[in-house]
Structures are given as C-alpha cells and as structure tokens.
C-alpha cells in the first residue's frame, strides 16, 4: 500500500500519510489506526500527542504491554528521543524509571518493568542499526 493511500488523522483532520511525510513538521497531533500498510512513521518533530492503534507493521513503534489497569505501554520515538506512554502518562526513558521506580513516591514495579521492556527494546533496535 503507497502512503497516497493510507489514510490518517493529523491535527484533527483526514489526510494520508503521503501528505504527513511532505509536511512532518506541522503535525502536532496524529492518529493512526487501522492501518497494516503503514511500516514506519517519519519523525514527528512538533508532535505532541500521537496515538497508533491496530498497526501491526510499523516498526518504530515499541509495544511493552498493558498493565492490570489496561493501560498499554509504548515506546515512540517523537522529536528525536524515545518516549514511554502509558494512559495519560508521556515519559523519556528516564522519567518513566523515576516515576514508576523511585522508593516513597510511585513505585510500580508492573509499570517499572513494562517500562524496562521498552528500554530493552529500544537497546536492541539502536544496536541493530548501529551495526547495520
């Protein structure tokens, strides 16, 4: 499937991906679902909120799970770093190890280690292009 013709929603509206590869930089809030044909999505760098729902092809999207409040955990990388999203929550890697493992604050260890899940994840990908 072209990115002419996979379609999503950016910044509330209907467009295709085609059209957010050409103008990345004016996304701020994107939503993709239901779309097997899409296999990475391109830097986002004023993206704010961005959610991928039932993508199983994209390959730059870290899912680490759901938690037993059914909040799913990923990994995205927005704006050139990865971040960790969980329910309301939008982490970097170290703010999410803070939040959810710091003794007499949030402790989490579920969270913690769906968290860790992603980390190694990202590890092996950047790894794995480093030795590409």
Not at 13 to 25: D, F, G, H, Q, V
Not at 80 to 89: D, F, K, L, S, Y
Not at 110 to 132: G, Q, T, V, Y
Request: charged share 25%.
């Amino acid at each position: 499937m072209s990115p002419e013709q996979i379609s999503i929603e950016v910044n509330g509206k209907r467009t295709t991906l085609a059209k957010l590869i050409e103008n990345p930089s004016a996304a701020t809030d994107v939503r993709v679902y239901n779309c097997p044909g899409i296999s990475a999505l391109p830097e986002l760098p004023a993206a704010t909120d961005v959610r991928v729902d039932n993508c199983p092809g994209i390959s730059n999207v870290i899912r680490a799970g759901k938690d037993s409040r059914g909040y799913e955990f990923i990994g995205m990388k927005l704006r050139g770093q990865w971040r960790v999203t969980a329910g309301c929550r939008n982490f970097s890697l170290a703010e999410a190890r803070a939040h959810w493992g710091r003794p007499g604050r949030s402790t989490n260890p579920e969270c913690l280690a769906l968290a860790e899940k992603i980390a190694a994840a990202i590890a092996a990908l950047e790894n794995s292009k480093a030795a590409a």
